[in-house]
């Protein structure tokens, strides 16, 4: 008769893992929108070069491994963590620095571990580590924004030659320390006083910056109106991080961590939570356990921006929570129907 | 308003319920020949109680329930059996089960049946009983026996009745159609339920807000009898028998446990027309409503359908096109499995057949990577973490699998179906608990090898300890008699009289008196007689059936193996078919193992004592085999070993229900092999249960000392024994001896037999009996002296 064998269910959702993939990349348009528009076209020569070398990476890599090309570049995954790469480098960087980090992303924290789904730390945030750690130079030298300096800013063309190398010094680029810089380095003025100095700072955090956070913010608040994640991990990364800063705000010392709306919009604040954070390969599955992962997040992100060594801290903080994240699950299994709580985690587990 | 409480989860998928409801409920009519399944139900398979060639009428039973677990099935119409045989039934692997093939008439002549004029006049146990006869099981899709969910225990009180009327699988209106057109029926049977199941808090009736037309119907015929319309927001699967009891009462049934744990009882809104029908008419089940739908039917449509009706038939009905449908669906496209044979009947369960076209039910995409994205978990409605299942599906950890609760999956499809990734994550649970199931049978398996084997170390020990004792035995006897004859060499013939008398004294002296030696005897002739020889025959025969067990069972095994790695849905029968072959294994095994320890005991003391004094080994023998065998000869051991017989089998039985509810809890495939379980436990609960009432007659009747003459063999021999005393009491002393060489001689001539038919044996015993048919034979010269 030639009837299909196969076992129930037979209907299947609307929902697609390329259309989960092609959603959060759409939504990033936003905050690749201001970021271009404060800090010139830098960030998106970064995108698209960090997507062409990912893609190739990734076709290397399926090779290699002789799996179907096609099939899996399908996923946009690859071009989600090139995306993500390009947005969180400073703006103009040197081709090979991003190459580097694509390299390092796909090849060793993805397709090493097996690919999609099997990595247990987020490839963009791992191999932006990696950079700032090996080039700390190249990662920390940021233009200065748009409003800020007389100048104007990299255009299509010269922000090409700039990434590539090619007649780098003769393009005119002015860079300076971003707004979480110089708080840190900031020991002896007030916050007024130090918004009044320096150039950078804009209506609540840097120029550019806060402009860069509500695009994502933005992007974010679509995806979870099209359901592509739930609020749990970054409603609570962004409360911790709120409520941190605002216990240790103190009305804006010269020893202040800075206010809480400056750290919400500041740095990578809005892309970690909504596309980094939310990144459900690396962080806890269920609800609860991400509302313990995104709050330890905030918490992370609070303490190394203000005591620690590095001016923006979510990828580190990322990268240290992906560690947490199976005790996490292990410690917040859901209760299951009609089962209770105790029985299910005492001795069992 | 009362309060809804929300489940976990769930999903909204496209309803496409209206396509059939566009026209009344149609009669399908009479289809040439009606295929009826013997298992329409969960549980044991009816037993077909007609022959082919038998006329039927329309309602006559033609299979009866087979235990408690099980239904009848009756003749939907009138004609003749034309088979009773194995056809493709409706099931996920496309298996073939014994079904009553009916050559139908078109007479649809009832026979004659008549329903209940006052049932509220009845006991709960007569309704109960009358919905067992009338073959009603849940119509909703599972298939339990109704009449078993109605049997609730007294001291479980039951607060609250609810029919589920929920019908959340997309496509599927029978229900829905029912409320709108029969309303008043479904009112009057679960004021029927409502009367057995005495709820002393409420009777509700569940359902979605999708069937506003089909609420408002049922409300109108409500009114007044105080049972209430409960409606709650559409969900997928709001209709799931937990869930719907989690929406209404707020109440979770307890893992493992059925909702009357809870104070609750669930039934269909369809079983409770079903019920009505029964009870008021007294029309046993023989039709359903069954919707046949899908975009590959020109005109979808909900047909009242006899029973057994092959679903080609409806699809000729519904216009069905071939061409565009490439799956075949029985059920909803949720839970559903697929035909391949349109050939298959429609059953008690069958609520849908779906066809739908290419494009709208197109092929599964292959499979990306978990993205962990945790949608499957949002949408679980038993709170479980699908993705994390998953990937101990596929790493094969049972363990963790168990721990994360899979066996409470019920298999709804909701994670699979929001995973972006199209994973075909319910196939995996299936798979992983048939592979746990297997594995726990396996252990159980090896569990009992090892017992096996240790029981045989044992013997094989003790049978070199026996051959050992024996041979120390001869020697020394060989040496008793050379000692023997050098006395008798010494003495003269008198003296050798003289010691031949008193020796005859001492051993009578010895033994007592002659009673006892006669006990001796008579137990020396049942060892060395007939019984010797059969338990050995037994043990060879009961290992050699063991053998043959175990070889069935690992090609049994090696069936299932390959079935599970084909994917083959037959998987679930083959599992079936091992766990019986197990089963069957155990019992051979068991009667074995019971075998070989009677054997034992009666073996050990026996030999030592053989050489010695065939008297004393007589009474010894005699004594053992009272002591060992026991079953003749304590009654109380008897009593005893029946007693634990039926404590291990209750035992056996409460966690073999366990089992069974917990499948059917899952909407376990495997459920029916669980009930065959349970029904056979129960048989033989029933049998030791009357081997015992048997017994402790008898020993009432042993009381009676005439009685036990007959009865007991033992006894009797002490009956005899003792008449024989007296006798030689009255006696005189030649005739004493007189009767004294008779039994010698007769003594002789059996030891005789003995001795040639353990020679043509090649018996190690040989040599013994040899000698003591010497001593026999010195004997009998000694008493012949005697007389002379
Ligand atoms: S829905 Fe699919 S892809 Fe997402 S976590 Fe569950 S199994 Fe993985
Ligand atoms: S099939 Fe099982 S795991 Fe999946 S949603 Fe349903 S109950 Fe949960």
């Known amino acids: 008769m030639g009837f299909l064998k196969v076992s129930s269910p037979h209907a299947h959702g ?111 945030m791992a191999a932006y580590v990696m950079l700032l750690i090996s080039f700390p130079v190249q990662m920390t030298t940021w233009f200065a924004p748009q409003g800020s300096f007389a100048g104007d800013l990299l255009g299509p063309i010269d922000a090409l030659r700039y990434c590539f190398g090619f007649g780098r010094d003769t393009v005119d680029a002015i860079t300076m320390a971003t707004p979480l810089d110089v708080l840190k380095q900031n020991n002896s003025l007030l916050i007024e006083d130090m918004w009044q100095e320096s150039a950078q700072f804009g209506q609540f955090s840097g120029i550019g910056w806060e402009w860069a956070n509500i695009g994502f913010l933005l992007g974010g ?34 020893a202040s961590g800075g206010s809480p709306l400056f750290h919400l919009l500041s740095g990578g604040t809005m892309l970690g939570a909504f596309f980094i954070v939310t990144d459900p390969v690396t962080s806890a599955v269920s609800n609860r ?36 994240a199976p005790f996490i699950d292990h410690y917040t299994q859901p209760r299951t129907y009609g089962h209770k709580l105790k029985d299910q985690q005492g001795g069992k587990s | 308003m009362r309060k809804i409480w929300d489940i976990h ?97 078109g007479k649809d002549e009832w026979i004659t049946h008549q329903g209940v004029k006052d049932y509220t006049q009845l006991s709960k146990l007569e309704l109960v009983d009358r919905i067992r006869q ?51 029926e479904i009112i009057a049977g679960a004021e029927i339920l409502r009367h057995i199941i005495k709820p002393n808090k409420e009777t509700l009736i569940g359902v979605e807000d999708n069937k506003p037309e089909g609420i408002a119907a049922l409300k109108k015929a409500a ?36 909702p009357s744990d809870v104070g609750i009882v669930c039934q269909n809104i369809g079983t409770a027309t079903a019920i009505y029908r029964a009870i008021q008419f007294g029309e046993p089940l023989i039709s359903r409503i069954t919707t046949i739908t899908g975009e590959a039917c ?61 494009a709208e039910l197109p092929p599964p995409p292959p499979a990306q990577a978990c993205i962990r994205c945790g949608m499957c978990a949002e949408a679980c409605p038993v709170s479980l973490l699908p993705q994390q299942m998953y990937w101990f599906a596929r790493a094969q950890e049972h363990e963790k699998l168990e721990n994360h609760q899979l066996f409470d999956c019920i298999e709804c499809g909701a994670c699979s179906f929001v995973c972006p990734s199209n994973i075909p994550l319910v196939q995996y649970y299936r798979a992983s608990k048939a592979e746990i199931r297997q594995a726990q049978q396996d252990k159980i398996k090896s569990e009992r090898s090892k017992e096996r084997f240790e029981a045989r170390t044992a013997r094989l020990e ?71 020889e059969s338990p050995q025959e037994k043990t060879e025969r009961l290992q050699k059936l063991l053998a043959g067990a175990e070889k069935r069972l690992v090609a049994a095994k090696e069936k299932l193996a390959l079935a599970q790695e084909q994917q083959s849905d037959n998987a679930d029968a083959f599992a079936t078919a091992v766990s019986k072959t197990e089963e069957k294994l155990a019992s051979i095994k068991q009667e074995l193992a019971a075998h070989e320890a009677t054997l034992a005991p009666a073996k050990t003391p026996a030999p030592s004592t053989d050489s010695t004094d065939p008297a004393q080994a007589a009474i010894a023998r005699a004594l053992a085999k009272r002591a060992g065998a026991g079953a003749d000869e304590s009654t109380e051991d008897k009593t005893t070993r029946l007693q634990n017989a039926i404590a291990t089998t209750e035992k056996r039985l409460v966690a073999a229900q366990q089992k069974l509810t917990l499948a059917q809890e899952q909407n376990d495939a495997n459920v029916g092999a669980f009930a065959t379980g349970v029904e056979k436990t129960q048989a033989k609960l029933d049998a030791a249960k009357k081997e015992l009432a048997d017994h402790q007659a008898t020993l009432g009747a042993n009381d009676t000392a005439e009685q036990v003459a007959s009865d007991d063999p033992v006894q009797a021999a002490i009956e005899r024994a003792k008449a024989a005393r007296e006798a030689q009491a009255n006696m005189s002393e030649a005739d004493k001896i007189k009767q004294n060489i008779e039994s010698l001689e007769n003594r002789i001539a059996k030891s005789k037999e003995k001795l040639e038919a353990a020679r043509a044996a090649g018996d190690d015993k040989a040599d013994i009996l040899a000698d003591s048919l010497a001593k026999l034979e010195e004997k009998l010269a000694a008493a012949q002296q005697q007389l002379s």
């Not at chain 2, 007294?154 to 929920?166: A, Q, R, S």
Request: proline share 6%; aromatic share 8%; net charge neutral.
């Open chain 1, 221 to 254: 608040i679509y995806l979870l109106y099209r359901r592509v994640f739930t609020w749990h991990a970054p409603l609570s990364m962004l409360a911790s991080l709120t409520l941190l800063s605002a216990l240790f705000y103190d009305g804006g010392s010269s």
């Open chain 2, 134 to 184: 009338a073959g009603i099981a849940g119509m909703g899709g599972a298939g339990f026996p109704a009449a078993v969910k109605l049997s609730t225990r007294d001291d479980k009180p039951i607060e609250t009745l609810i029919l589920n009327g929920t019908e959340c699988e997309p496509y599927i209106t029978a229900d829905d159609i029912l409320m709108r057109e029969r309303a008043a």
């Open chain 2, 462 to 532: 003790q049978e070199e300890a026996e051959k050992e004792a024996k041979r120390a035995a001869r020697m020394e006897a060989a040496k008793a008699k050379a000692a023997a004859a050098a006395n008798a060499a010494e003495t003269s013939k008198t003296d050798i009289i003289q010691a031949a008398i008193e020796r005859s004294k001492a051993k009578q002296a010895e033994s007592a008196d002659p009673a006892q030696a006669a006990i001796a005897r008579a137990q020396a002739k049942r060892d060395g007689g007939a019984e010797e």
């Open chain 1, 14 to 124: 609307p929902m697609s893992t390329a259309r989960v993939m092609r959603l959060v990349l759409l939504a990033t348009i936003p905050g690749l929108f201001s970021l271009t528009w404060f800090f010139g076209f830098g960030t998106l020569v970064n995108v698209l070069w960090a997507s062409i070398t990912a893609l190739a990476f990734e076709a290397l890599a399926l090779k290699l491994r002789k799996r179907p090309i096609a099939f899996y570049l399908n996923d946009y995954s690859a071009l989600v963590t090139a995306f993500l790469l390009g947005i969180a480098l400073p703006p103009g960087s040197p081709f090979w620095l991003i190459m580097i980090g694509t390299g390092f992303a796909i090849l060793i924290c993805k397709q090493l571990y097996g690919g999609m789904g099997y990595n247990p730390f987020n490839p963009a």
């Open chain 2, 9 to 105: 989860g769930g999903i909204h998928p496209a309803e496409n319920k209206h396509q059939s409801l566009l026209n009344p409920i149609e009669n399908a009519g009479i289809p040439a020949q009606l295929i009826l399944p013997l298992a329409q139900h969960i549980g044991a398979p009816a037993s077909p109680i007609v022959n082919v060639g038998d006329r039927v009428l329309k309602g006559q039973m033609i299979a009866e329930a087979k235990g408690f677990v099980s239904a009848p099935v009756h003749a939907p119409t009138s004609g003749t059996i034309a088979a009773i045989e194995s056809r493709v039934i409706p099931h996920p692997s496309g298996m073939t089960a014994s079904c009553i093939v009916i050559d139908t008439d």
């Open chain 2, 223 to 258: 009114e007044g009898t105080g049972i209430e319309i409960v409606v709650f927001p559409t969900k997928y699967p709001s209709g799931g028998e937990k869930q719907l009891i989690q929406i209404l009462t707020g109440k979770e049934v307890p893992a493992g446990g059925l």
């Open chain 2, 298 to 358: 020109e005109r979808p449509q909900n047909y009242e359908v006899l029973l057994g009706t092959p679903v080609q038939y409806l699809l000729n009905k519904s216009g069905f096109n071939k061409e565009n449908c490439i799956r075949l669906i029985m059920g909803g496209p949720m839970m559903g499995y697929t035909l391949q044979d349109t050939a298959v009947p429609i059953v008690k369960t069958s609520n849908c057949v779906l066809a739908p076209t290419v």
């Open chain 1, 289 to 324: 356990g991400r509302l313990i992962y995104g709050a330890l997040i905030g918490v992370l992100i609070y303490i190394i921006r203000v005591w620690g060594n590095y001016p923006d801290a979510v990828a580190f903080s990322v990268l240290l929570m992906n560690f947490a």
